[in-house]
Structure formats: structure tokens, C-alpha cells
């Protein structure tokens, strides 16, 4: 049943995300048109660089735009599936809660890591096209697997350790951005009928901002110490004490999702009522 959940929630999403990912691909397009114009040695009208100023502004907006407009369609299925009269419907579904959940999970999780890329390409194809000889001088490449080696050589086989616990954290840190929102648009529909959606934005922001200030205090304290036992340390011991503290965030990130699937499950099981 988690299969079909997906297919429909991928469905009500992908038409929409397509045609941002296109129209994204196209600014990047024209943001390195106009780069290439910045870096022209002809002398052109004042109204064709003004243009091109204009324009550039504008695609990058685009392009950061479609980072956020990706996010938005997630949570807007989101909260139309399951918080509106729709959400009688899928309620009576027989599927478990759980099933549900997951199959949300995934779909954010998923246009999150396809809207990164397209983000990053967006970003290549904008240099590749305003700056080429920077981008494809073959030079550049000789000096970046220079300093790849060297790197490597220096780092030895911890390398893939960092970049396994790097990649980890960073699917976690998304997981556990889309479940910290999902739990306060949640929240929101729990304690709410009306103007749940400000009401969840006002949410978020007062519990990301008590989040955000716990962290920095915890860093703030805590990191002095930290750095005054790694002086000393010999290199093998710091590559130690530097991918057991990337373990202890995989962990803590971990154990953060893991809470606020727990919350979000209780909430839509035990206390939301929809009438």
C-alpha cells in the first residue's frame, strides 16, 4: 500500500516540480547570458548592460526561488492530503498512519535532494556559460586533482570515512528539517481550525528560534573546551576525536528524527480531530 500512497503523492507533486525544474534550468541559462555580457569587451548601449543587470537579478531570484517553491508544493500536498477535507478521505484509507507518514517522508526527502541538483546544475551551467574558459580550461583540472592528491595523501584512508559520515549527516539534517515542519504544521492543525497555515508558520519560527538559540549556547560553551583538549593531539588522534564528534551529530541528528516521527505519529493518532 506504501507503494500506491507514493505513486499518488508523487503524482500530485511531479507535474508542478517538472515545470519549476525546467524554468530554473532556463534562468540558469539566461543568468549566464548576461554573466557573458558583464564580461564582453565590446562596448555595448548602457541599456543593454542595464538589461542584463536586471535580468541576472532576476534569474538568480528565480533559481532560489525554486528551492523554496520545491519545499512548498511538499508541504502543500502535506497539509491538503491530510489536514483539509481531503484528509477525511485519506483517513479512511486502510492504511496504518505509519504508511502514510513514510510515504510524505519520502517524497520530501526526495524532491529535496532532486531540487539540490537541479540547484547545483543550474549553478554549472550559469558559469559554464558566463565563464567558460574558467570552467572548462583543462589547467584548472590539473590543479584541482593536484590538490585532490594531496589531500588524499594527507587525510590517507579517513577520507572515506568523513565523506560516508558527511553524506549521512546531511541526509539526516534534511530528514530532520521536513519532520521539525511537518510537526508544526501538525501542531497547528491540533490546537486550530482557523488560519492553521500562519498559525503553523508562527510556530516553526518561535520553535526554530528556541532551537537555534539551545545550539548556540551549547556551542558556545562547550566548543572552547572542546578545541583546548584537540590542541596537542597528535594527527592520527585528531582524525579520531574529529570523526567520533561527526558520529556523536549523525547520532544526535538521528535520535532527533526518530522524536519527531514519534510526536507526529502520536499527534495524528492519538489526538487529531478532523471534524
Known amino acids: 500500500m506504501l507503494r500506491k500512497?507514493?505513486?499518488?503523492?508523487f503524482l500530485s507533486v511531479i507535474k508542478f516540480w517538472f515545470i519549476a525544474a525546467i524554468t530554473s534550468l532556463g534562468l540558469g541559462l539566461l543568468a549566464g547570458?548576461?554573466?557573458?555580457?558583464?564580461?564582453?569587451?565590446?562596448?555595448?548601449?548602457?541599456?543593454?548592460?542595464?538589461?542584463?543587470?536586471?535580468?541576472?537579478?532576476?534569474?538568480?531570484?528565480?533559481?532560489?526561488?525554486?528551492?523554496?517553491?520545491?519545499m512548498i508544493l511538499v508541504y502543500v500536498r502535506f497539509y491538503k492530503n491530510l489536514f483539509t477535507d481531503e484528509g477525511y478521505l485519506t483517513f479512511t484509507l486502510p492504511v496504518k498512519i505509519s504508511q502514510i507518514l513514510n510515504s510524505k517522508i519520502i517524497l520530501g526527502w526526495v524532491v529535496s535532494i532532486a531540487a539540490l541538483i537541479v540547484t547545483f546544475i543550474d549553478v554549472f551551467i550559469m558559469l559554464a556559460i558566463g565563464i567558460p574558459d574558467e570552467i572548462f580550461n583543462i589547467e584548472n583540472y590539473r590543479h584541482l586533482i593536484e590538490i585532490l592528491k594531496i589531500l588524499i595523501e594527507k587525510i590517507g584512508w579517513y577520507l572515506p570515512v568523513y565523506v560516508f559520515e558527511f553524506i549521512l549527516l546531511f541526509g539526516l539534517f534534511v530528514l530532520f528539517a521536513q519532520l521539525f515542519l511537518n510537526c508544526c504544521i501538525t501542531f497547528a492543525a491540533l490546537i486550530t481550525k482557523k488560519a492553521r497555515v500562519i498559525t503553523a508558520i508562527g510556530i516553526y519560527y518561535a520553535a526554530n528560534g528556541i532551537f537555534s538559540f539551545v545550539l548556540e549556547m551549547i556551542i558556545i560553551f562547550a566548543a572552547p573546551s572542546l578545541i583546548e583538549k584537540m590542541v596537542g593531539l597528535t594527527?592520527?588522534?585528531?582524525?579520531?576525536?574529529?570523526?567520533?564528534?561527526?558520529?556523536s551529530a549523525v547520532v544526535f541528528c538521528f535520535m532527533g528524527c526518530m522524536l519527531l516521527y514519534?510526536?507526529?505519529?502520536?499527534m495524528l493518532d492519538r489526538k487529531l480531530n478532523l471534524s
Open 262 to 266: 514519534a510526536l507526529q505519529y502520536w
Open 5 to 9: 500512497l507514493l505513486k499518488y503523492d
Open 33 to 70: 547570458g548576461c554573466i557573458n555580457v558583464f564580461n564582453s569587451d565590446r562596448h555595448l548601449p548602457m541599456i543593454v548592460d542595464t538589461s542584463a543587470v536586471i535580468l541576472f537579478v532576476i534569474a538568480l531570484i528565480g533559481i532560489v526561488a525554486f528551492s523554496f517553491l520545491s
Open 235 to 247: 594527527e592520527n588522534t585528531l582524525h579520531i576525536a574529529f570523526i567520533i564528534s561527526l558520529l
